[in-house]
């Protein structure tokens, strides 16, 4: 799986209300990032459940400096975006 270093990856499914949340939050902040449905990329639903201890928890957010949010509050994520920015 390609991924730009430099690219907030958001890994997603179209049924999760927090992943639409996340997605708002991003918008609304102007925060360019990549969105991978999990539904249908199955290597991408493997490394879901690596990064999250064998649970497929979306939305799980992985920034360029190797960090993680899963499934992160809006006040979690609006904090660590305005710290990475």
């Not at 990329?41 to 190797?66: C, M």
């Amino acid at each position: 799986m390609e991924m730009n270093s430099e690219q907030i990856v958001m890994y997603t499914t179209q049924w999760c209300g927090d992943c639409h949340r996340a997605k708002q939050v991003m918008k609304s902040l102007q925060v360019p990032y990549k969105e991978i449905d999990i539904s249908h990329d199955p290597e991408a639903a493997e490394l879901v459940v690596q990064l999250n201890r064998g649970n497929r928890s979306v939305p799980t957010i992985v920034f360029p400096d190797g960090s993680v949010l899963t499934e992160p509050k809006t006040a979690t994520l609006v904090q660590k975006l305005q710290a990475y920015s």
